[in-house]
Antibody, heavy 121, light 106 residues
Framework: EVQLVESGGGLVQPGGSLRLSCAAS????????MSWVRQAPGKGLEWVSV???????YYAGSVEGRFIISRDNSKNTLSLQMNSLRAEDTAVYYC???????????????WGQGTMVTVSS | DIQMTQSPSSLSASVGDRVTITCRAS??????LNWYQQKPGKAPKLLIY???TLQSGVPSRFSGSGSGTDFTLTISSLQPEDFATYYC????????FGQGTKVEIK
């Protein structure tokens, strides 16, 4: 079964760090684009970051310089290292497979269940 | 960054109604436009990619159209399971979501 399972969420103080993980099954992380998407309580979806098959990474402006996306090919996992956390980073964080469906067109086709990150003192 | 603006933010409709949601990009995104459905407490579900291609398993009452900066999601005959929030998303430059359109029961 194709599945993504996130872990690592929790309560952290402003300025602190947290590392999220996403375990994939049924497909190979390194053979796909993989993304993080977040959703603040009661708000819409916000794209956070993507890692391409070649390892290149891109970030939303709101997290650039503070978050780092990476993958562990041996464990078939995706990670998000979050530093200098702010209250506005409070959200459910989803990992998502970003599949290339036609030529250069990609979309988030497989999602995890999400992990909650709360930044508060 | 490319901004995506959906309208309306919410709408009330009845089962069987035809529903249209629009999405406008702040600059041309060619055909790099996807649509998602999200129900409360659940992860989003991909409905349509590249403007108009239905993801496998998505009912044919869903359709997408548009080009350049203006796009539309249409539900031809609203079903009880379609009450949800819908998001457009561009993948032309980085990725951005619209703010969402909540479809509620009238």
């Amino acid at each position: 079964e194709v599945q993504l399972v996130e872990s690592g969420g929790g309560l952290v103080q402003p300025g602190g760090s947290l590392r999220l993980s996403c375990a994939a099954s049924g497909f190979t992380v390194s053979s796909n684009y993989m993304s993080w998407v977040r959703q603040a309580p009661g708000k819409g979806l916000e794209w956070v970051s993507v890692i391409y098959r070649d390892g290149s990474t891109y970030y939303a402006g709101s997290v650039e310089g503070r978050f780092i996306i990476s993958r562990d090919n041996s464990k078939n996992t995706l990670s998000l290292q979050m530093n200098s956390l702010r209250a506005e980073d409070t959200a459910v964080y989803y990992c998502a497979r970003t599949i290339v469906l036609i030529s250069t067109f990609d979309a988030f086709d497989i999602w995890g269940q999400g992990t909650m990150v709360t930044v508060s003192s | 960054d490319i901004q995506m603006t959906q309208s309306p933010s919410s709408l009330s409709a009845s089962v069987g109604d035809r529903v249209t949601i629009t999405c406008r990009a702040s600059q041309s995104i060619s055909s790099y436009l996807n649509w998602y459905q999200q129900k409360p407490g659940k992860a989003p579900k991909l409905l349509i990619y590249a403007i108009s291609t239905l993801q496998s398993g998505v009912p044919s009452r869903f359709s997408g159209s548009g080009s350049g900066t203006d796009f539309t999601l249409t539900i031809s005959s609203l079903q009880p399971e379609d009450f949800a929030t819908y998001y457009c998303q561009q993948s032309h430059i980085k990725r951005t979501f619209g703010q969402g359109t909540k479809v509620e029961i009238k």
